[in-house]
């Protein structure tokens, strides 16, 4: 699929080589990005804090395999290397090019293989599907499928990669996107745009941007198609986020099942998106879905304690989605219908939907079942 | 192992039929209890909260299998008539009767198997070890251990029986606790030390008292053997809490390890428990310490995202105790010590020290390994 190569004006570049991947991306224009908020920040998230404040970048370098994180000062002056690297293969400054990692903590970076790596992939930069293809899965670390998105409107498309195979609760594994836009934007229009976007997507997967130490959102508009009504580039890039930031939950560690979770009638976004992101991240809930076991009492237990005020007497919660939705709950009085419940779980996408009854606010949470094979996939991982 | 029945002045029976079990122990006194902090708070909760401000209690009923919580006002009612029949039984007013919950919520009591349940153990009230494990049996639900607790000084004893298997992370299972002491304490006393020994135990272990609909410790403080020195007391509570906490963390569902986590050099307590407990709730933590994997970067982004401000350049994270305690971090650089930290981590027990370097105060967590059983155990709970 081609996503970030149908955007005007962006070619791609990727090498997996066993676990240690680079992907390099040439796109030049305005760019804001969006960085944990984990105090332990990795070295190639410290450089981009200083960085990006010009607003503009010509390329990204991505390595997966290696964190370069808790690796000190030597880890910053790595990925200062890592950029120069890149920016001699595309004939830039340094300090224009963005910089990510993923993969294990306090180990350095092995710039030899960086350097070997990016000279073998820099003269292959192509916008097409083969060149996207091998950028998205140099990304990859225990990802299943590679994760596109493409958003075309009559006068602009935003086309995205990411990474992040979601984790057992939100704020937990890295999570790095690459979003492109040929649209014209300003540097703070993008930045709040992209904030936006992110904290509606991203910030309500099991997968999170404040927490891990390497996160990272990047979007690069290249400006080829002129400007856009900046309102409707703000939703189209939501749009973007949330469409890969399902990808992210579907594809959890070991993950069978995708959660949506819909919270409604909430006195504040704020408030429903809480709640809804501690329905997700509860880890009895996400075995019961696993289990297609209609055990909608977690999914309250998990709601009181989520630390927003509301009336248990008056919730209603239902399981699946338009016609086909069953009620578990109907304004606080228990409705006896688990059978048709336990059918509504048997899918690849469960939908729970909580109405609050006490505003007019709402917001969505995304998350994924937890099986025995996340155990598996993280009790070994180092080695 | 006698605990509670060691206590003067407590008897106690107990019976368990499949998963239906209830639990009488009488014991007139001073009475305090802290309760679930969720919204959502079950039935006995409800009523234990008006009926506690008296101080008073002669006997504690207990039932597994059932939760009786989300049942509305019936399920106050029906709470209240399971404290009238044990009241019956005690031969004493229904107001002097705690009851607590433990099993599946949005069901409601069956009050004639509470009934036929409190007729048939009623008689066998005693103090010896067959009444006490009878006791503790009942209680239990995916627990796999009774769990007893006893702390003897010279003018004083306090012993304790809990249920509560840990979850896999704080603030999601059923935790019940019911200690007893023949100390002389006033109540306000007895509830200012219950609080704070609960709010180093119980609340710093995988499963605590400030979230699921059912959480509730009780103590009861007979009086037959005089006043103590109040800070002896306390200090004595806390011990017999921690015991408790430590067994189960012990008893996670599924669990293979305990995991301690000691986090020192913090500028207040509260920091450091905040840590401390981000760290033992992190599945990623968990998942590396079953499979005995060195991960420690895990730990360092685990703290680094407790909301707590810290200099991560100058940490100091070591794995287990004493003369064998392995250095990982040392003052922020990377010690390589990867084989006998694995060693470090093959016992039951795992301990991590984090030191921040920035202050005097500390706190511990307790918690557990997350495997594939757990998984197993709550992907099919309700059927």
């Given at each position: 699929m081609?996503?970030?190569?149908?955007?005007?004006?962006?070619?791609?570049?990727?090498?997996?080589?066993?676990?240690?991947?680079?992907?390099?991306?040439?796109?030049?224009?305005?760019?804001?990005?969006?960085?944990?908020?984990?105090?332990?920040?990795?070295?190639?998230?410290?450089?981009?804090?200083?960085?990006?404040?010009?607003?503009?970048?010509?390329g990204i370098v991505v390595n997966s395999g290696c964190a370069n994180a808790y690796t000190g000062e030597r880890g910053v002056a790595d990925a200062a290397a890592m950029a120069a690297i890149a920016a001699e293969a595309l004939g830039t400054d340094p300090s224009r090019i963005g910089v990510a990692s993923t993969g294990v903590i306090g180990r350095y970076l092995d710039l030899d293989r960086i350097r070997g790596q990016c000279a073998r992939i820099a003269g292959s930069l192509a916008a097409d599907e083969a060149a996207e293809t091998a950028a998205a899965r140099a990304i990859m670390t225990t990802d299943l499928t590679e994760k596109h998105a493409l958003v075309r409107r009559e006068d602009f498309s935003i086309g995205g990669i990411v990474k992040g195979s979601g984790m057992i609760a939100p704020n937990m594994g890295t999570m790095l996107g690459f979003l492109y836009t040929d649209a014209e934007i300003s540097a703070p229009e993008l930045r709040a745009a992209l904030a936006t976007a992110c904290r509606r997507s991203f910030n309500r997967v099991v997968v999170d941007g404040d927490t891990s130490t390497n996160d990272i959102v990047f979007c690069t508009a290249t400006g080829r198609r002129g400007r856009p009504d900046p309102a409707a580039f703000a939703r189209a890039l939501e749009e973007c986020c949330i469409v890969l930031a399902r990808q992210i939950a579907a594809d959890g560690e070991g993950a069978t099942k995708l959660i949506e979770m819909r919270v409604t009638g909430a006195a504040s976004e704020e408030d429903a998106e809480t709640i809804a992101r501690t329905i997700v991240e509860s880890p009895l809930v996400k075995t019961a879905v696993y289990g297609m076991d209609p055990n909608w009492g977690r999914i309250v237990a998990a709601a009181g304690r989520a630390g927003v005020l509301f009336n248990p007497a008056i919730l209603t919660l239902a399981i699946g989605e338009g016609s086909d939705a069953v009620l578990l709950v109907d304004r606080g009085a228990i409705v006896a219908a688990l059978d048709r419940a336990k059918a509504a779980m048997s899918g690849k996408k469960v939908v729970f939907t909580l109405d609050l009854g006490s505003g007019g606010a709402s917001a969505t949470a995304w998350g994924c079942d937890l099986t025995e094979k996340y155990v598996e996939i993280n009790g070994k991982y180092t080695t």
């Open positions: 081609q996503s970030i190569c149908a955007v005007e004006g962006v070619t791609a570049a990727g090498i997996k080589e066993g676990k240690f991947g680079l992907a390099l991306i040439r796109a030049s224009g305005t760019a804001a990005a969006v960085c944990t908020r984990n105090i332990v920040q990795a070295a190639p998230i410290q450089l981009m804090q200083r960085q990006l404040a010009s607003g503009v970048l010509d």
